[in-house]
């Protein structure tokens, strides 16, 4: 009976040196350990250091080159069929420039979001229906500047905490926030299109 291989793959692996080993963008696991040690430091690929980037690889190439090694070896795969490789071989940005870019961001999504709420306000006119409600409950005049005013600006506050599930490093509850899933999403979409452009260009 030949020994099973199971080759776990992510859409998309980052490394950060040229000379790939399978044990860098795989999870392997196999009964035969001398099988294993082997294919874990089987070379995959050998980037240019000077050329960070997004490389596509297909897993039926892994499997040919694996083959080539092991032919007597049964080989599962578990996972994406393509797959991308992010190689960034400089660190990050500074710290400084970090912080530039979150207060930055802050500021732009603060100010962006108050004119929106402003906006919507003023064309739904917020301001007259309060006043009418303030004067049928109370007989008075409103000075704009009520408990309907200040429970109505508290509760938009309270309202965007409680629907991104998020106040600092803080979380409300375990599930991930919409800003979060959005994030996924896009991050799987552009996963997707490098995948299948680079496929097309093959193709033709």
Known sequence: M???LYLQLDQNIQVTHPHIYLQDIAKLSCSNSKILNRLRVMPVANLAPDKPGRYVMSVMDLITEIQKKEPDLEINTIGEENFIITFKNKPGPGIIWQWCKIIFVGLATFFGAGFSIMTFNNDVDVGSLFDQIYTQV???VSNHFTVLEITYSIGIGLGVLFFFNHFGHMKITTDPT?????MRLYEDDVNKTII????RMQKK
Not at 178 to 182: A, G, K, S
Not at 196 to 199: P, R, Y
Request: proline fraction near 7%.
């Open 178 to 182: 919409p800003m979060q899933i959005q």
């Open 2 to 4: 030949s020994d099973t």
């Open 138 to 140: 109370t007989g008075q």
């Open 196 to 199: 299948e452009d680079i496929d």
